[in-house]
């Protein structure tokens, strides 16, 4: 089963970046459906963003469009998250995850493998 470790977090400036990196170990992120959550702090995880196996597909949730970039290194067998134009709201563990069904990407439910999370703080 493949495992997935989170980097990258820390704290940023409002209109600041961060890049978030996934790397995988135990499978081929090609084979898999990566996708990105987070949680914030009293609220329920939520969808991030999306990545379809070779290349299929990449699909955003509505307030990260324009700023937010997932892609994936094949070499490196790691899935990043290039944050631009943080805001405070954007402030959330950030998680990775993957699955290998294509259905319902969006629901945390259906990610069979988790990261452990790494922390984002987004200062005004």
């Keep these: ?13 409002a209109g600041g970046s961060l890049r978030l990196s996934c790397a995988a170990s135990g499978g081929t992120v090609s084979n898999y459906i990566m996708g990105w959550f987070r949680q914030a702090p009293g609220k329920e995880r939520e969808f991030v963003a999306v990545i379809l196996r070779n290349g299929d597909g990449i699909y955003y949730e509505e307030a990260v469009k324009g700023r937010f970039t997932i892609s994936r290194n094949y070499a490196k067998n790691t899935v990043y998250l290039q944050m631009n134009s943080l805001k405070p709201e954007d402030t959330a563990v ?7 069904l294509s259905d319902s ?15 984002v703080t987004v200062s005004s």
């Excluded at 950030?94 to 290998?100: G, H, L, N, Q, R």
């Excluded at 990407?105 to 922390?119: D, H, L």
């Design 94 to 100: 950030y998680y990775c995850a993957a699955k290998t």
């Design 1 to 13: 089963q493949v495992q997935l470790v989170e980097s990258g977090g820390g704290l940023a400036q």
């Design 105 to 119: 990407y969006r629901i945390s439910a259906r990610y069979r493998y988790w990261g452990q999370g790494t922390q």
